[in-house]
Antibody, heavy 114, light 110 residues
């Protein structure tokens, strides 16, 4: 069964770039027609879809974040990544990576603070 | 894109049935069969319980069912159990090839 694991800094300074990586195990990121997504959830609040990427490299982003988001894939490492630039305290959240809608990582808390 | 509209909270007694609505537009819920529902217990990762409006992943009890009428999707939980107490979120594919979530519904089992 496919498993996903997020990794990256837990603390990012305001105005800097948040960078996270999702490592996929139990299956190839290149196989099938799955999409690979990033989703976030501020403490005590709802889920927000950030964007997704296909193994081909094709991407779709949340319009409200599009100007600051880049999602990329490294098929050789079976990983995909999230870069979110110019972060503020409002970007503090648990960040999840997912395959399609069925398989999610455990999530990683990223705090934006000086 | 605007979040899908869900009631903030619903409640029911053990054994009863409850329904959670998820209202969007013709550009998301009403236009596609790609509506999903997730269950999230406190401190846990969301779990997919319904996909493509009414399909249950393997291992999800048949007490959980989904449907859609027009721009509104619904999740029904029958035979409510204490363990069903959780937050529930809907999501939908949209006309601009994105995904949008609902604001979430807190289910309380009385």
């Amino acid at each position: 069964q496919v498993q996903l694991q997020e990794s990256g800094p837990g603390l990012v300074k305001p105005s800097q770039t948040l960078s996270l990586t999702c490592t996929v195990s139990g299956g190839s990121i290149s196989s099938g027609t799955y999409h690979w997504s990033w989703i976030r959830q501020p403490a005590g609040k709802g889920l927000e879809w950030i964007g997704r990427i296909y193994s081909s490299g094709s991407t779709n982003y949340n319009p409200s974040l599009k100007s600051r988001v880049t999602i990329s894939v490294d098929t050789s490492k079976n990983q995909f990544s999230l870069n979110l630039s110019s972060v503020t305290a409002a970007d503090t959240a648990v960040y999840y990576c997912a395959r399609g809608t069925a398989f999610w990582g455990q999530g990683t808390l990223v705090t934006v603070s000086s | 894109q605007s979040a899908l509209t869900q009631p903030a909270s619903v409640s029911g007694s053990p054994g009863q049935s409850i329904t959670i609505s998820c209202t969007g537009t013709s550009s998301d819920v009403g236009g596609y069969k790609y509506v999903s529902w997730y269950q999230q217990h406190p401190g846990r990762t969301p779990k997919l319980i319904i996909y493509e409006v009414s399909n249950r992943p393997s291992g999800v009890p048949d007490r959980f069912s989904g449907s859609k009428s027009g721009d509104t999707a619904s999740l029904t939980i029958s035979g409510l159990q204490a363990e069903d107490e959780a937050d529930y979120y809907c999501s939908s594919y949209t006309s601009i090839r994105t995904l949008v979530f609902g604001g979430g519904t807190k289910l309380t089992v009385l």
